[in-house]
């Protein structure tokens, strides 16, 4: 059964280092999402990706924050300069056509900022 | 703004015992509803979902859930737990209004099974 796949499953940065979290979707999905989950938290929606831009962002994605899908198959979430508070668990989705499909997750990169 | 409310933050039940796991959401609007479960150090798992049709949709793992419009809830239930359904529930509403669908989570609800 096709997965989302995501790299590295744990990474650990020094505060103000870039990072870059990797996610390869379903192969013949096209719409793709980073969620965020911080410990004890709720999961929060970050950002939704279709035809190669931005569909939409929440506040928290501001500027630290952009999305690539530099080839056909991965997707990715890069953190300019990370903070502690950037500390968290990051989720890939995707999705073939939101209406009426629902999204798939990937098992998350677990994200620590020391 | 949609929101979801997951009354419940843990819920304790002896193994066999039937659960019940409330979820409520504020929507205007049509709405999908979902239920994921995380496994501790896992990924969220599809558990169920509804689109439309029929009120009642069932899962897997044995877990049901009643869609209520009128009460805009989403209550997820198991006749009889084991051990193993020991994990946390995330209900999952998405945002129609959103072209993007994108999903509010609740704030989740970790279900203890006890032996």
Redesign the interface.
Known sequence: EPEVTQTPSHQVTQMGQEVILRCVPISNHLYFYWYRQILGQKVEFLVSFYNNEISEKSEIFDDQFSVERPDGSNFTLKIRSTKLEDSAMYFCASSWQPTYNEQFFGPGTRLTVL | AQSVTQLDSQVPVFEEAPVELRCNYSSSVSV?L?W?VQYPN?????LL?Y??GSTLVKGINGFEAEFNKSQTSFHLRKPSVHISDTAEY?C?V?DLT???????????TRLKVLA
């Open positions: 999908y979902f994921y896992q990924g969220l798992q599809l979902k689109l439309s995330f999952a998405s959103s072209g993007t669908y994108k999903y509010i989570f609740g704030t989740g």
